[in-house]
């Protein structure tokens, strides 16, 4: 059986973190910078950066519906950091909620949690200029929370998080996405 093709969204921000992890998991990493790297994809990472330059990324290649399109036909899809801003209602619109940039300060207010996160268990999470969800819609499960603010969702074949697992090392939402979405 070959490995699964996971496209991370490369067009700024912690691609690699992404790559490299996935790797290690047996799967079989593809940059997607244009809507052709998204043909055959089996599962998708939407991960950290900035929010404002991978809008424009995403606009300036085309990418808003081929990834509506993909993430809308079921693919298992993980949003890390500004990944979950991506996906939220005013961004492409494919997971309820809506967030806040920056929400728990600026860069010096980075820090580090070890959170527990339903149906994974403890993670560390790492948070640098985090977003937190502040309002969700009736499908969406929360993971984990952190000073009562959801930092963790789950909706059908989405998970997203406001940290990055990657730099943990941690591997259990990545798996998330090779395992094909919530059992």
Known sequence: MSPQTVGVLALQGGFEAHARLLRELGAEPRDVRTAEDLEGVDALVIPGGESTTMTLGIEREGLAEPLRDLVQAGTPTLGTCAGLIMLDREHLGLLDVTTRRNAFGRQVRSFEADLEVGGVGTVRGVFIRAPYVE??????????????????????????????PELADDASFHRFVLNGGPS
């Open 135 to 164: 309002e969700l819609g009736d499908d969406v499960e929360v993971l984990a929370e952190v000073e009562g603010h959801p930092v963790a969702v789950r909706q059908g074949n989405i998970v997203a998080v406001a940290f990055h």
